[in-house]
Every structure is written in structure tokens, then in C-alpha cells.
């Protein structure tokens, strides 16, 4: 119940096309979830997160909708840049139980967007 | 500039041998946090501490070992009982506990010889 399920596993993009990437939760006590971008040899960085009292968030190019009764949410990244090429993951904590405070992590999406 | 630095940025460690991962942050943040990062399994959290003096077992804490004696430093030892220990370690801090962003140090890559 505290897996985070994330796909595609890689994804490629022209560039100036969409990104989307999609994740699925189990535990419905998750109420933050965050998106991380990482390039090679380095640590992830936060992107954009949300929290379950919004559908969508908007930040840039970068949006996340969150579909609360299905237990999922994706990131879009639109007019996808070269410079955007790396690994993105999901993630998810919450407020109670076992969750409290630590996030639980998606297995990762290679994304490569070509010139 | 504040930031999480972790140190040394790749290591080697021969067999029956305790490595030792160095995490320093000057955020000036409470929580803190060690991550193992393998090909296609996302990250998995170690251990983690909400406050100096105190720590938790993560999902993975067997063959790992942590202490919290200052605010700004969260060292990880992996000991000889860790049977698999070649993977790229993250270390992490947080402002607080509850659903706060956590900020990524850029790791270490433990190998062994």
C-alpha cells in the first residue's frame, strides 16, 4: 500500500511536443506530492509538487493534475526542450501512519526530448 | 550559498570493510534523510532523523548504520553486513517533518573492489 507506481519506465519527445508522465497510489493517507527532476550524477531537485485540495498546478511549462478518486496524478511538460532531458520521478507522503513525513518514491522516467 | 554537500563524491570498499558517507547541509533544516538509488528502483529511504540525537529506520536500514550528534551533519556507515552495498547514495534535508520539501545533495557512488 505505500508503493507509488510510475510510467512510462523511458519516454521519448520531439522537441516542442507534450511530456507526460503518470503515477498511481494506493494509500489513500498520501496528501503531498511532489515531482523531482534529476540529471546524471547528480541529486534530484524539486520540480513542482501539489497538495490533493487542487486538481492542477501550473508552474511554467510544468503542470500536475491530480485525480483524487482515481488515486492518480501526472506530470505535463509542454513545448519539451532538449535541456529538459533527464530522469523524473513522482512521490508521495503524508500526514499519518507510516507515511508521516518520509516520501515513498516511483521507480524513475527517462525522458529524452530530441532537437 | 546553502546547500547540501556530500562527500566523497565516489568511493571503494573492499570486502568486510565499513565505509563511511559524509552529509553535511547549512540550511539550517531539521530533518534529515539517506536515500539508496538503483537502476530502475526509484529511491529507497535508509534512515532518517527528525531532530538532532534521534533516528528511524527507513525501508532499507539493514547493513547501514547513521548518527545525528549535530544539526548540520547526518553521516551513513555502511558496515561489512551489507552484502550488496554498490549503489549511488543521496543524502537529504527538510525544514520540518510533515510534507516538506526535501532538498538533494549530489550524492555518492559507493563501489566495490
Known amino acids: 500500500q505505500q508503493q507509488v507506481k510510475q510510467s512510462p519506465q523511458s519516454l521519448i519527445v520531439q522537441k516542442g511536443g507534450i511530456s507526460i508522465i503518470n503515477c498511481a497510489y494506493e494509500n489513500t493517507a498520501f496528501d503531498y506530492f511532489p515531482w523531482y527532476q534529476q540529471f546524471p550524477g547528480k541529486g534530484p531537485a524539486l520540480l513542482i509538487a501539489i497538495r490533493p485540495d487542487v486538481s492542477e498546478k501550473k508552474e511554467g511549462r510544468f503542470t500536475i493534475s491530480f485525480n483524487k478518486s482515481a488515486k492518480q496524478f501526472s506530470l505535463h511538460i509542454m513545448d519539451s526542450q532538449p535541456g529538459d532531458s533527464a530522469t523524473y520521478f513522482c512521490?508521495?507522503?503524508?500526514?499519518?501512519?507510516?507515511?508521516?513525513?518520509?516520501?515513498?518514491f516511483g521507480q524513475g522516467t527517462i525522458l529524452t526530448v530530441h532537437p | 550559498d546553502g546547500g547540501i554537500t556530500q562527500s566523497p563524491k565516489y568511493l571503494f570498499r573492499k570486502e568486510g570493510q565499513n565505509v563511511t558517507l559524509s552529509c553535511e547541509q547549512n540550511?539550517?533544516?531539521?530533518?534529515m534523510y539517506w536515500y539508496r538509488q538503483d537502476p530502475g528502483q526509484g529511491l529507497r529511504l535508509i534512515y532518517y532523523?527528525?531532530?538532532?540525537?534521534?533516528?528511524q529506520k527507513g525501508d532499507i536500514a539493514e547493513g547501514y548504520s547513521v548518527s545525528r550528534e549535530k544539526k548540520e551533519s547526518f553521516p551513513l556507515t555502511v558496515t561489512s553486513a551489507q552484502k550488496n552495498p554498490t549503489a549511488f547514495y543521496l543524502c537529504a534535508s527538510a525544514q520540518g517533518w510533515s510534507n516538506q520539501p526535501q532538498h538533494f545533495g549530489d550524492g555518492t557512488r559507493l563501489s566495490i573492489l
Open positions: 512521490a508521495a507522503s503524508g500526514r499519518g501512519g507510516t507515511s508521516y513525513g518520509k516520501l515513498t
Open positions: 540550511l539550517n533544516h531539521d530533518a
Open positions: 532523523s527528525q531532530i538532532v540525537n534521534d533516528f
